[in-house]
């Protein structure tokens, strides 16, 4: 059990002045209604302890606390004036308080409220995030209307009592006005902090509104001849004074920052503003002085224009709205706008069935990468302006990011969704022309329809690109709803994509297989670092000499059910679930351990191991990668890292910076998978890469197709001329091999020379093919490379 240390002695004693000043005024109040013998004649005389008790309280929350010391100090001197103004009452003029005459206690007590006001002000100050520039108005209106309301006040009270003089008339005028605007301000405040300030500001505006209150009903009760209720007055008054004692050394708890917005606002300049204009229209039927008319009047000008003001801030937050609910790009409806829209649909009952399309563009990003932003853009404007011209009078088409779109169409079904679809696709079909190029794209769309998709409980989310869910995520049904919806349609979307069908609606299959890809990410994910995963090796054979000079790692996972996986199955989920790179990380760790295992046993093998385009964007990469060489006491040829041809044109820029890292720390490049992306030798020629992986397609073609064999001989020569060397993948028969080593390929790998297989298998291999070069003289290539069998059959 915990023990909390105890507050420090000064805070013990402010709450021991607390519960006393809570006593004080319990009695006092309690004398006030009671006779008590030996208490009751001196209450009211002692009612000062209490307001200068409450005031030092108020000081020593100032001085003790560093946190808002100027307001409570304020406060606190207010209280001490306040109390001082009793005393000195208490003093000279005792019970004779029937009369308006002011006297020097008068000061004591009106120092309290601008004392109050400046108080009240700061503490709020800290609440608002920031002050609009019309607040200046208020202040004017404000200003101005309560120089009218003093004036107007003053005549009708120095008309209702000619024998009073010019200061007991100025005093007494002034009071109902402070308490006015005390009451004011302080509801102001509760308007602006949305009744739920806290239970400081509840004890601290009891307290004020009950000084005005109590201020108040004392004048009107003097002025009209009556004697005051005692009983009431002490009490109302009593506990009036104690609330700021209270409020000052409670610990605040967090409360959200608060914004200038609702009637709170205007509260002070509306009622001030309609006083200004009751005093306009008094002056029609009773004398008032020009000064009190023209004060009146100013304040009702300085209303208007602070109406014309929140008309023009009003006009601004109209078109802050439409510009938050468009798309800066194609002047489409953003996500927020398509969601609302999509909420209101569903929240009407009889508005029938809606269906909802969501578009992807397939291989946007290869256009966008290859030929820049500006053109990408361009192309989603016209895009967008196609998919227009396919929908009916009244669809909703949004952007919501990316290449992404969605369509709303209101009244519809499956098959208005398919001859939509079929339209949009057909119309995106036609080739674009941007800035001066021709370009074709494709789409997927997946379609879900509303309500019949979203009887059952929303799905987890199926794809791992899934779309951001920012500024849509509410408790309400129908936003739940929507977002079902939208996860739906992305399901159908992603299997339309998958399959290359163009468009899908969703049914609840698709969604398994949704939960089913989710599922795995999240085995995989916790797979990482458990000894799930193992790594397979392939054999290089260099065609010239025999000789094994390196290795593939090809990773495989260990998966506790479903048995061995190949990396087809799991990787592009761990890329596209944003953790390639800790898959990457693990592998490179277990194809480094195993090469210092071979180098200590006298095999001078290196290892080649694929890594994926996030990792060439990451520039800490090649740091780690020669961190993990010093770690395994590896020189760097013992390693060779492989990136695809696709994944290395995607950002040239960030690839080469990488690449070149990695090359200055004398690690090898591979380029895997040549031949079957967009990429040039030309192009290649750009980027700091050693080798070149020719996909294995080439090789299956060469038997019935001449043509793939002098591709081949092409590439060879042209490659050998720019300084690379050629691995041919996919080698099955001898007749492969001598082929290949007659155009002069430099390594070959595949089948014929072993299938992958675990360390222990590879070593065997790696042995043999030693013993097998010792043993046997120069011969023909296909004599000098033995063909090994293995037990292990998992295809690469």
């Not at 005024?25 to 009612?47: E, M, N, T, Y």
């Not at 402070?178 to 308007?191: H, K, N, R, S, Y």
């Not at 004020?208 to 009760?221: E, N, Q, R, T």
């Not at 679809?421 to 997946?446: C, M, N």
Request: net charge neutral.
């Amino acid at each position: 059990m915990t023990i909390l240390p105890a507050p420090p002695r000064r805070f013990r004693l402010i709450r021991v002045a607390q519960m006393l000043l809570v006593l004080v005024a319990v009695l006092l109040a309690v004398a006030s209604f009671v006779d008590v013998p030996w208490f009751g004649d001196q209450a009211r005389s002692l009612r000062f302890c209490v307001a200068l008790g409450s005031g030092g309280i108020c000081l020593s929350r100032a001085a003790l606390v560093r946190g808002e010391r100027l307001p409570w100090a304020l406060l606190g001197a207010g209280l001490v004036s306040y109390s001082g103004g009793i005393i000195y009452h208490n003093v000279t003029i005792g019970e004779q308080a029937t009369t308006l005459e002011p006297s020097p206690a008068d000061i004591g007590w009106l120092l309290f409220y601008p004392a109050c006001y400046a108080a009240v002000i700061l503490l709020l100050r800290r609440r608002l995030v920031r002050l609009h520039r019309s607040v200046w108005l208020d202040a004017l209106v404000g200003l101005l209307g309560v120089a009218a309301l003093t004036s107007g006040i003053g005549v009708l009270m120095a008309r209702a009592n000619t024998d009073l003089g010019v200061w007991s008339l100025v005093v007494n005028v002034v009071y109902p006005v402070a308490d006015l605007l005390l009451i004011l301000l302080v509801v102001t405040v509760f308007g602006l902090l949305g009744w739920r300030p806290g239970r400081v500001w509840w004890l601290l505006g009891a307290g004020l509104v009950g000084f005005a209150c109590a201020d108040s009903l004392l004048l009107v009760i003097v002025e009209a001849g009556c004697p005051p209720p005692v009983g009431v007055m002490s009490t109302l008054w009593l506990f009036s004074a104690l609330m700021p004692a209270l409020a000052a050394w409670l610990r605040p708890r967090w409360q959200p920052s608060a914004t200038m917005s609702g009637w709170g606002v205007i509260a002070v300049p509306m009622v001030l503003a309609t006083v200004a204009l009751g005093l306009l229209v008094l002056g029609a039927t009773i004398d008032l002085p020009p000064v009190t008319v023209g004060l009146a009047a100013a304040t009702v000008l300085a209303a208007l224009a602070r109406a014309g003001r929140t008309f023009i801030e009003v006009q601004r937050l109209a078109d802050s709205s439409v510009l938050a609910r468009t798309d800066d790009l194609t002047g489409l409806a953003n996500r927020r706008a398509f969601l609302e829209r999509l909420a209101c649909l569903e929240r009407d009952g009889d508005a029938g069935s809606v269906v909802l399309l969501l578009l992807d563009l397939d291989r946007f990003k290869v256009i966008n990468d290859s030929l820049g932003h500006h053109t990408g853009d361009a192309l989603l404007i016209q895009v967008g302006s196609r998919i227009c011209a396919a929908l009916r009078p009244g669809d909703l088409l949004a952007r919501l990011g990316g290449d992404e779109f969605a369509v709303l169409l209101d009244h519809a079904d499956a098959d208005v969704a398919r001859r939509v679809a079929d339209r949009v696709l057909a119309i995106l079909a036609e080739p674009f022309d941007v800035a001066g190029t021709t370009l074709h794209i494709s789409a997927s769309i997946g379609a879900a329809i509303h309500p019949g998709d979203v009887t059952t409980d929303p799905a987890p989310t199926a794809r791992l690109t899934d779309v951001p869910e920012t500024d849509v995520l509410e408790t309400d049904g129908r936003k739940e709803e929507a977002q079902t919806l939208l996860r739906r349609a992305d399901v159908a979307m992603y299997a339309a994509k998958t399959g290359r069908s163009g468009f899908e609606t969703f049914h609840p299959g698709l969604d398994a297989g949704s939960r089913e890809r989710l599922d795995m990410v999240e085995q995989l994910r916790a797979a990482l670092g458990t000894g799930q995963l193992e790594v397979y090796y392939q054999l290089k054979v260099a065609l010239a000499t025999g000789r094994a000079e390196s290795v593939e790692a090809l990773v495989r996972w260990r998966h506790p059910t479903r048995g061995l996986l190949g990396p087809e199955v799991f990787v592009p989920l761990a890329e596209q679930a944003g953790f390639i790179r800790m898959l990457t990380g693990e592998v490179l760790g277990i194809a480094l351990d195993q090469a210092r295992r071979w180098q200590a046993a006298g095999l001078n093998i290196a290892v080649a191991v694929n890594i994926a385009a996030p990792d060439l964007l990451d520039r800490d990469f090649p740091t780690r990668v020669r961190r993990l060489l010093t770690q395994f006491g590896l020189p760097p040829a013992a390693l060779e890292l492989e990136i695809t041809e696709t994944a290395l044109m995607r950002d040239q820029d960030g690839s080469a910076r990488v690449l070149a890292a990695l090359r200055e720390n004398g690690i090898g490049i591979a380029v895997d998978d040549y031949g079957v992306g967009y990429s040039s030798l030309a192009r290649l020629l750009e980027l700091p890469v050693d080798v070149l992986k020719l996909d294995k397609s080439f090789l299956r073609r060469m038997a019935v197709d001449p043509r793939a064999e002098e591709i081949v001989r092409s590439t060879v020569r042209l490659a050998h001329a720019l300084g690379l060397r050629i691995v041919v993948e996919g080698v099955e028969t001898a007749a492969a091999v001598q082929m290949l080593g007659d155009v002069g390929c430099d390594l070959a790998q595949g089948y014929f020379f072993g299938e992958p297989g675990p360390a222990e298998t590879i070593t065997e291999h790696l042995r043999r093919y030693r013993e097998t070069m010792a043993a046997q003289p120069e011969s023909a290539v296909d004599r000098r490379l033995p063909r090994h069998s293995s037990a292990v059959t998992t295809a690469p």
